[in-house]
């Protein structure tokens, strides 16, 4: 059964920076491709970036030129680095594969606000 743990969030200013961790188990993580996915109040899930197995990433509009997303296929860690945050990033962010797996970690939650 496929384990997924994020970290990383917190409460930042607008402008701010944050990494977020995933700790993935129980799955070939190397032979899949993962993404960042993130909810907010009120709103559907949507992907933020994905990471191919081989490191060809892409990303959301709204946050192209401000995140990164990287992988470490020895640890089984998939990272998202945001930079200038905006209010508008406030949301709980899951990390997953990029097509989801049948379970979702918890999230961690990212707050955006002065």
């Known amino acids: 059964q496929v384990q997924l743990v994020e970290s990383g969030g917190g409460l930042v200013l607008p402008g701010g920076s944050l990494r977020l961790s995933c700790a993935a188990s129980?799955?070939?993580?190397?032979?899949?491709?993962m993404a960042w996915y993130r909810q907010a109040p009120g709103k559907q899930r949507e992907l933020v970036a994905a990471?191919?197995?081989?490191?060809?990433?892409n990303y959301a509009d709204s946050v192209k030129g401000r995140f990164t997303i990287s992988r470490d296929n020895v640890k089984d860690m998939v990272y998202l680095q945001m930079n200038s945050l905006k209010p508008e990033d406030t949301a709980v962010y899951y990390c997953n594969g990029r097509i989801p797996f049948g379970s979702w970690g918890q999230g961690t939650q990212v707050t955006v606000s002065s």
């Open positions: 129980g799955t070939m993580f190397r032979l899949n491709d």
């Open positions: 990471i191919t197995r081989g490191g060809s990433t």
